[in-house]
């Protein structure tokens, strides 16, 4: 059983930057594809990002958003750059075994609990 605690939201002013973790425990990290998902009040929960084989990022945050990973501390890392108010949401962290990264929540078989990210105008 994978365990999955994301941290490092906040409230921040549109254009700074926040940096997001994602802490693993309970598995073999580097056998798992781990990705960020968000979910904006009233909104479906949506992909942002992934890294496992490869590193897959929606076009909305594409060019602003990098994520990264270290095996040796089981942690994967959101950098947020360029924030928005429309960033504004819950950030969640999953995995699913093996290297594919995918966009379907369905897929993913753990989840964190989420950090709350408010972007101001």
């Known amino acids: 059983q994978v365990q999955l605690v994301e941290s490092g939201g906040g409230l921040v002013q549109a254009g700074d930057s926040l940096r997001l973790s994602c802490a693993a425990s309970?598995?073999?990290?580097?056998?798992?594809?781990m990705a960020w998902f968000r979910q904006a009040p009233g909104k479906e929960r949506e992909f942002i990002g992934g890294?496992?084989?490869?590193?897959r990022y929606a076009d909305s945050v594409k060019g602003r958003f990098t994520i990264s990973r270290d095996n040796a501390k089981n942690t994967m890392y959101l950098q947020m750059n360029s924030l928005k108010p429309e960033d504004t949401a819950v950030y969640y962290c999953?995995?699913?075994?093996?290297?594919?990264?995918?966009?379907?929540?369905?897929?993913?078989?753990?989840w964190g609990q989420g950090t709350q990210v408010t972007v101001s105008s």
């Open positions: 999953a995995a699913v075994r093996g290297m594919s990264v995918v966009r379907v929540r369905s897929s993913y078989q753990y």
């Open positions: 890294s496992g084989g490869s590193t």
């Open positions: 309970g598995g073999t990290f580097s056998s798992y594809a």
